[in-house]
């Protein structure tokens, strides 16, 4: 294991500094992170040139005696950004790809201990190194207790803050589901008789609704969202206790469980509720930059709505692969219409052609279809839609479909 420690530029003095219940009496924190870890096999000492004059022939002493090999890394006094930048680099590049690594920010002057801080989250955060502790020697004066703060939790700050980041914004719940099964363990290995029993299925089932909204899964998501809801009440005080920083954001969470509805049920079917449920995940989508899912769930909800216009509240066969197609069919049948060419009846042109929206149906739906379509080839033809022009097209479609399904509504609901 590697200790990266700053190197002060005062002498150092005498203090008893205590960790994990120990102590240690020396003047080099350095000396007693060693003996009081009893893991440390190297150290590199970061050190400024006027750091290496005042203390680095005395802390390599101290050091020698623990039996470790010592490593002085120079770096500028860091009074321009320039040079913090150049200091970031000195600590990053002085440790090796999968070492185990202490820090220690105790003797870090001025703006060092941030650098040193948030070159531990990079670290960590890139996979290029496993941070064990973040330590700081809180000194006290001789004759007082110097506890050594391990400050190794509130990196998980900044892991949670990207994680949270990406549910909220990308809807990608991978990173909470894998921090929260991680807390969830840390506290039952540690014997902590409050471990959370709740927040590892809580996280899972973030995970489960960002999966299903990703793969455009409206059902599922729509159930998992009320998941969300539902458990959210039930979980507040593990995640208050282990993650404060999603308890930060709960109000955002339980916007997202606002969107939820159950499963349609097999036997009364769709309803009109589920429906505008479905609607508000299409904009949940767009508003997130998922605009692939987001079309293609527009083309779904569209038949969706029209065979609730059709058969009412309740219709238990709009799964029906034969009943879908048969209103895509008639959409495509109106459009032929539209264009003065011949169509062939389906089940439902009689009464399709009878609808005051039915011009409106018809455009929207061509417009869905040509969107969707250049997703769906990837913008392998001649003449493409430029990404900067599908994702506004993706937004013009859903500020249609809003006021259309509530004219639809209020037209055909008993």
């Given at each position: 294991m590697k200790l990266i420690s700053f190197l002060g530029g005062h002498p150092y003095a005498p203090a008893d500094y205590q960790y994990a219940g120990e102590v240690c009496h020396t003047s080099v924190v350095q000396e007693a992170i060693c003996k009081l870890l009893g893991t440390i096999d190297d150290i590199v000492l970061i050190a400024?040139?006027?750091?290496?004059?005042?203390?680095?022939?005395?802390?390599?002493?101290?050091?020698?005696?623990?039996?470790?090999?010592?490593?002085?890394?120079?770096?500028?006094?860091?009074?321009?950004?320039?040079?913090?930048?150049?200091?970031?680099?000195?600590?990053v590049t002085s440790i090796d790809d999968g070492e185990e690594i202490v820090f220690d920010i105790t003797h870090g002057f001025r703006s060092l201990p941030l650098v040193g801080f948030l070159s531990a989250a990079f670290l960590r955060t890139t996979g290029k190194a496993h941070i064990s502790h973040l330590l700081y020697g809180q000194y006290m004066g001789e004759g007082h207790p110097?506890?050594?703060?391990?400050?190794?939790?509130?990196?998980?700050?900044?892991?949670?803050?990207?994680?949270?980041?990406?549910?909220?914004?990308?809807?990608?719940?991978k990173r909470i589901r894998e921090l929260a099964n991680q807390t969830s363990k840390e506290a039952y290995l540690s014997g902590r008789p409050d471990a959370p029993v709740k927040l590892s299925k809580f996280a899972e089932t973030l995970d489960a609704f960002s999966m299903a909204t990703r793969m455009?899964?409206?059902?599922?998501?729509?159930?998992?969202?009320?998941?969300?809801?539902?458990?959210?009440?039930?979980?507040?005080?593990?995640?208050?206790?282990?993650?404060?920083?999603?308890?930060?954001v709960l109000d955002k969470i339980n916007a997202v469980g606002e969107l939820g509805i159950a499963e349609p049920d097999l036997v009364t079917g769709i309803t009109w509720d589920h429906a505008e449920k479905q609607l508000g995940l299409i904009g949940y989508m767009i508003e997130?930059?998922?605009?692939?899912?987001?079309?293609?769930?527009?083309?779904?909800?569209?038949?969706?709505?029209?065979?609730?216009?059709?058969?009412?509240?309740?219709?238990?066969?709009?799964?029906?692969?034969?009943?879908?197609?048969?209103?895509?069919w008639t959409f495509g049948a109106g459009i032929r219409n539209m264009r003065g060419k011949y169509f062939e009846d389906t089940d439902y042109s009689d009464w399709?052609?009878?609808?005051?929206?039915?011009?409106?149906?018809?455009?929207?739906?061509?417009?869905?279809?040509?969107?969707?379509?250049?997703?769906?080839?990837?913008?392998?033809?001649?003449?493409?839609?430029?990404v900067p022009t599908m994702n506004v097209k993706s937004k013009e479609l859903y500020t249609e479909m809003c006021p259309l399904f509530k004219q639809i509504r209020e037209t055909f609901e008993d």
């Open positions: 400024t040139d006027g750091a290496r004059e005042m203390t680095l022939e005395a802390v390599s002493a101290a050091l020698r005696e623990c039996g470790v090999g010592v490593t002085a890394v120079p770096i500028p006094d860091g009074k321009s950004e320039e040079e913090l930048w150049e200091i970031f680099r000195a600590v110097s506890p050594i703060l391990d400050l190794t939790p509130f990196l998980s700050i900044l892991d949670w803050t990207t994680g949270v980041n990406a549910f909220l914004e990308s809807v990608d719940g455009a899964r409206p059902v599922e998501a729509l159930d998992k969202a009320s998941l969300i809801a539902h458990n959210v009440a039930d979980v507040i005080g593990e995640i208050e206790e282990f993650t404060p920083p999603l308890g930060m997130r930059g998922l605009f692939l899912q987001g079309v293609t769930l527009s083309r779904e909800w569209v038949i969706t709505l029209m065979l609730l216009a059709r058969h009412g509240d309740g219709y238990p066969d709009w799964l029906d692969k034969d009943v879908r197609h048969g209103m895509e399709y052609f009878s609808l005051d929206s039915e011009e409106v149906v018809t455009r929207l739906w061509i417009k869905i279809t040509e969107i969707r379509n250049d997703f769906a080839h990837c913008g392998m033809r001649s003449n493409p839609t430029r």
